[in-house]
């Protein structure tokens, strides 16, 4: 397992680097497309939990505009989500950026997809397994339903991810990404235009 760890971090850069290299027009072209649509920045970077939960800044093209109500406060991603970001949602264009947080060391090509900050200290003992890892641009959950699958669900997938990666199940979930991009399925949650909040766990 160490040995595939350095082996893959090794296929994670020249993977990623070929493919910025790769998809530089496409990249160029999805930059110009948010200036003129969305107007600036054209990159929305955050905060979110990478390996052992340490934080790092993630970057994806911006989606949203910044639209906020009369007391300063952002409306809800339902009112500040265009069609044209809904479009690199679907494509999932709006991730290639993350393609440079690989290259950092601060993403993996596969693994779980690091969600926020703030639900750090809502996991239990074997969700906060996930983090075991680093987090990626696509993963076992990923490929399994993506946003329509429920917090529980998810969170076993990742952890599942964690106890069984190898170099056969990344080749698995790579040819799996693939048809799930093609097929714009799991965009979004059930009701919701992104992703339902995590609030915690019941139990």
Known sequence: MKV???FRRFLDVVIALSLMVLLAPVLMVTALFIRVKLGSPILFCQLRPGLKGSPF???KFRTMLDQCDEA???LSDDQRLTQFGKTLRSTSLDEL???YNVLKGDMSLIGPRPLLM???PLYNEKQK???DVRPGITGWAQVHGRNNLSWEEKFNYDVWYVDNYSF???IKIILLS???VLSREGVSAEGHVTVKKFMGNEK
């Open 118 to 120: 703030e639900y750090l």
């Open 57 to 59: 800044k993630m970057y």
């Open 168 to 170: 056969k199940v990344d």
């Open 97 to 99: 950026p993350e393609l």
């Open 178 to 180: 693939i048809k799930a």
């Open 4 to 6: 595939y760890c350095f």
């Open 129 to 131: 397994r996930r983090h």
């Open 72 to 74: 300063g406060v952002a």
